[in-house]
């Protein structure tokens, strides 16, 4: 018997190579809860697509066992895994009507046809496109597309639905909205989705977890909060967010706290999260938002001199470059608050910020 | 208000021209550019296709010969009710037009048109031409049927008669096997001369078959050429384009060699020993022989409206299919199959009417049973003579093809086919 606490989805020890040379995907332990919204998140090539069509059964794993509900599917067919999809182009029938695609797994699974109207007639409410079952997926707009491949995925009711990148070709507006009735939709069902993106706003939006692929392998597994906070490698916090990189060598290691040389000068007191030692580079990841301008004289243990380089007007913020410790791409986001600093190219400022937003992770280029 | 301006008086230019003379005045230009653009083609397509295919199949009814040669007969024989001979005015004109035709040495046209109608006729006319320049005068009915007994018959004067029509449909008749009798009805021809409804169902029983081997060949080589990665089926299109750049002649006469009694293929059986000495298999100069042929020919034909159909074919729909429960064997007659079919359409029809009308493959390794209707009208243009004939059975070749193109388009629509 399968507890209901138990993963629906367990990646143990997988592998994956195309070639026999290379592995796509190294060493993937990975364990999905039911009902959980999970975001692979990376750049192109880093695996994530691969592990969403193992888990689909479009590619086998070349070692390790992924299971669903507890039983191995290695060898279970694609069509009999009862996973729903949803395909970076949609992939809808163009031959069938909006109605019969989403009659489609219905009928393949032997159903009346008054229950399978009764469904397909749900599911597209579900997805507020009641009036277009007759229509051609041709004839409906990519938003609507979109729903229509989410409404089909759906209809089946199956425990869980994988989507790969599947807002990659609507626009930046829409595509916002698709987000929010993604996760509505997850809310209500309490399907568990499994979604895969190189977009990471919206990974941080939609997620319960995010994993961040890299290089084949998973380098961080964290709730986004978590993720955009407290990077544990220099990776991560690149990847996720902007982020300023000052890079150095460590001084001293006291517990938490560790003491790092800048390059250009300077020691900056930060948190010590992933460093390898005294005497080892290091880099240190400080959050544009983050940076005080002027702080109060002994409010945090980082104040240095820095030199504005660049003012972008944002709107609800200013971007403000600055040069400090010998890095001329040091980035300050100046909210546009009443009464904020007002900053001219040139002037030279107090730039400081605290030990614990500042973390001192290893080194990536 | 907006809508009474539209609707009101003609639109006007700052100029006060009106705007429709004033568009048509600034597109001129353009117009004639494209009419001399189209005119090169045109005219050459106009000249040496459309007026000559056009005079060609005007022949099938056009029907001169009798009419202009004894026109004197012809226009007797009008009055004449058919029940009896003809009167003597009738033969009389047939004595003088038969000895003006001798002497304008058009009796042989006179007498071959005739043959083609009715055996024996030739030697009939010949004859009594000559016969008849001699005779001074009248009574010219006893004396032509003194000449030829034939004169005395009625059967003779109806073939006249139905030969002398200016335009006629017995080309029509004889293509589907049918004639006039001398009462005017349509009836069967003999027996043995029943050939060309035969071998009408023939020319579509191949051409089918050949569509048929054609697209089961075609549909998994179009899927690899579609489906595999590009520098593989770069290849695979070569192979499939190579025997579409070698000539004709070639491929076909590869066949023999391959084919025949004493040919690569029955060598290696009896050498395997599969089949014995004695029974070596006739592949060639048969109806195998032309289908094995004609369908290695327009292969690619097949092959290449599937492929351009096939390679737009989102290659996730199987995948998407699949992941909503379809086998694979489902996924594809439901969801991939039915995308294919512009391509099964316009390969279908493509090769289908291509091979009803082929003529250099048939000819060379068909043998008899492997004769199509083209080759029948070749004959008849080149040998026999027989153009109208030729040009009937030509005509009933392009209406045929006319109505399955009618059809297809009724069934799948034309605007639905894809050639590439």
Not at chain 2, 45 to 66: A, E, K, Q, W
Request: net charge positive.
């Amino acid at each position: 018997m399968v507890a209901e606490n138990d993963p629906l989805v367990r990646f143990i020890d997988v592998q994956k190579s195309y070639d026999g040379e290379i592995l796509v995907v190294k060493k993937l332990n990975l364990d999905i809860a039911r009902g959980e919204f999970l975001t692979m998140l990376g750049p192109s090539g880093s695996g994530k697509t691969t592990c969403l069509m193992m888990l689909a059964g479009f590619e086998p794993a070349t070692h390790g066992e992924i299971t669903l509900a507890g039983k191995p599917i290695n060898n279970v067919a694609p069509h009999k895994r009862g996973i729903g999809m949803v395909f970076q182009n949609y992939a809808l029938f163009p031959h069938m009507t909006v109605a019969e695609n989403l009659a489609f797994p219905l009928q393949v699974r032997g159903m009346s046809k008054a229950d399978t109207e009764a469904k397909v007639k749900k599911a597209l409410d579900m997805v507020q496109l009641g009036d277009f079952g007759h229509r051609r997926p041709g004839q409906l707009s990519g938003g609507q597309q979109q729903r229509v491949a989410v409404a089909r995925a759906l209809v089946f009711d199956p425990d869980l639905v994988l989507m790969d990148e599947p807002l990659g070709a609507l626009d930046k507006q829409l595509r916002e909205q698709m987000q929010y009735e993604i996760k509505h939709i997850h809310q209500s069902l309490g399907v568990t989705v499994v979604y895969v993106t190189h977009d990471q706003s919206e990974a941080l939006t939609m997620s319960n977890r995010i994993a961040v692929f890299n290089d084949g392998i998973i380098q961080q597994l964290a709730s986004p909060d978590n993720l955009y906070e407290r990077p544990e490698n220099a990776f991560v916090a690149q990847f996720i967010g902007e982020n300023n990189k000052l890079l150095g060598n460590v001084k001293s290691v006291n517990g938490q706290s560790c003491e790092i040389e800048v390059d250009g000068g300077g020691v900056v007191t930060a948190l010590s999260v992933n460093v390898a030692g005294p005497g080892e580079r290091a880099s240190l990841s400080l959050r544009p938002e983050r940076v005080i301008i002027n702080p109060e004289i002994g409010s945090c243990p980082n104040v240095f001199d820095g030199r504005v380089e660049e003012l972008i007007y944002l709107g609800d913020h200013i971007r403000t470059r600055v040069n400090v410790c010998g890095h001329d791409d040091f980035v300050v986001k100046v909210p546009n608050a009443s009464g904020h600093a007002q900053l001219q190219e040139g002037n030279t400022v107090k730039v400081g910020w605290t030990m614990e937003d500042c973390r001192a992770l290893d080194i990536y280029e | 208000m907006a809508m009474a301006e539209t609707s009101g008086a003609p639109i006007l230019t700052v100029d006060g021209v009106p705007l429709k003379t004033q568009l048509r005045r600034a597109t001129q230009r353009s117009r004639w550019r494209a009419i001399g653009l189209v005119a090169p083609l045109f005219l050459f397509v106009l000249v040496t296709f459309i007026v000559p295919i056009g005079d060609m199949l005007f022949r099938s009814v056009d029907n001169p010969t009798l009419t202009q040669f004894i026109p004197n007969t012809v226009k007797a024989l009008d009055r004449w009710n058919g029940r009896q001979l003809p009167d003597e005015l009738t033969f009389e004109a047939l004595a003088k037009d038969l000895k003006l035709a001798r002497m304008g040495q058009t009796i042989g046209r006179v007498a071959s048109r005739l043959n083609f109608e009715s055996g024996g006729m030739r030697s009939l006319i010949t004859r009594s031409a000559r016969k008849a320049s001699k005779l001074r005068h009248g009574p010219y009915k006893e004396a032509m049927i003194k000449i030829d007994k034939r004169w005395g018959q009625r059967e003779t004067w109806a073939t006249i008669k139905l030969v002398g029509q200016r335009y006629t449909v017995v080309h029509y008749l004889a293509s589907v096997d049918r004639k006039f009798n001398s009462d005017g009805d349509i009836i069967m021809q003999p027996e043995v001369r029943q050939i060309y409804v035969q071998i009408f169902n023939r020319t579509l029983w191949i051409s089918l078959l050949v569509t048929v081997i054609c697209l089961v060949l075609a549909y998994p080589i179009a899927y690899l050429l579609a489906t595999l990665p590009m520098k593989t089926s770069n290849l695979l299109m070569i192979l499939v384009l190579l025997p579409f750049w070698t000539s004709l002649l070639v491929r076909t006469t590869t066949w023999i060699v391959l084919l025949q009694s004493n040919g690569v293929i029955n060598d290696l059986l009896v050498w395997i020993g599969i089949i014995s000495e004695e029974g070596r298999i006739r592949m060639i100069y048969n109806m195998t022989g032309t289908v094995i042929a004609m369908t290695q020919i327009l292969l690619p034909f097949m092959v290449l409206p599937l492929y351009s159909v096939m390679k737009t074919i989102n290659p996730y729909h199987m995948r998407a299919a699949q992941s909503l429960g379809a086998n694979p064997t489902r996924a594809f007659w439901k969801v991939y199959a039915p995308q294919t079919i512009p391509g099964v359409g316009a390969g279908s029809l493509l090769v289908f009417i291509l091979s009803v009308g082929y003529y250099i493959t048939p000819a060379l390794v068909g043998g008899a049973s492997g004769q199509m209707i083209s080759n029948f009208i070749a004959y008849h243009m080149k040998s026999s003579l027989n153009w109208g004939l030729a040009a009937a059975l030509g005509t009933i070749l392009l209406g045929g093809v006319l109505i399955l193109y009618w059809l297809y388009n009724r069934l799948v629509g034309i605007d639905n086919m894809k050639l590439g």
